[in-house]
């Protein structure tokens, strides 16, 4: 599972800065995994009731993928995500699990988080959000609710928003880092909403501020 030459190829076909980078995973084995690639960037949108005024500039879709590689261990998703996220000069990686929400009392705060983990947002609003190449995303989201679901994300330096403002002495001139990455995956903790933080970046001077 290589998730960096993934982000790498998308990159380069939409040419725009990346925002955050999340995956999200059903802990069962060989499971799709979702992909989604926030972009920072503006299309612009024609107005058809009033052609004389200058188009809207709309923010650019999100990219939903879909990942089938076969996998067993929820171990080997998340080193492929701390290896994404250390060449692409990320300062951490956030990991998040949750429980299932199809229980009786769940709330309705899961129950939306776990449809935003899947990007399922509103009908009208979900083709100005999110361009969709995942097949089984609907069914995805069922079983995730179903049985619970893990969800990574992180900030790239390198071909993203966050690189002239990064401070951070691991990084390589444009923004990369030289793998392997030396962070290794944690064991899950399981509970309601269990969050943990893998740090990546490094400070070994001091700033002064102005």
């Not at 690639?37 to 004389?52: D, E, I, S």
């Not at 200058?54 to 998703?77: F, H, M, T």
């Not at 699990?97 to 705060?109: D, I, K, L, N, Q």
């Not at 995730?144 to 401070?167: C, D, K, L, M």
């Amino acid at each position: 599972m290589n998730l960096f030459h993934t982000l790498i190829e998308q990159m380069q076909v939409m040419k725009l800065p990346l925002y955050a980078v999340t995956l999200t995973a059903v802990p069962r084995a060989d499971t799709p995994l979702l992909l989604m690639l926030h972009w920072h960037g503006f299309r612009k949108q024609p107005t058809p009731a009033l052609p004389m005024l200058k188009p809207i500039l709309q923010p650019v879709p999100g990219s939903a993928l879909q990942i089938n590689d076969r996998w067993r261990q929820p171990e080997v998703v998340e080193e492929a995500v701390l290896d994404a996220a250390w060449q692409l000069g990320a300062w951490d990686v956030q990991r998040e699990e949750h429980r299932a929400c199809t229980y009786v009392g769940a709330s309705e705060h899961e129950a939306l988080a776990c449809k935003q983990a899947f990007g399922k947002y509103d009908e009208e609003l979900e083709s100005e959000l999110l361009v969709s190449e995942a097949p089984d995303r609907d069914e995805m989201l069922q079983l995730g609710a179903q049985v619970g679901y893990i969800h990574w994300q992180f900030r790239p330096v390198n071909g993203g928003v966050w690189q002239s403002t990064a401070e951070d002495d691991t990084l390589l001139e444009d923004g990369r880092r030289i793998p392997p990455c030396p962070i290794r995956p944690l064991a899950l903790k399981g509970g309601k909403l269990t969050k943990t933080a893998f740090r990546l970046g490094q400070i070994n001077r001091i700033i002064l501020l102005k």
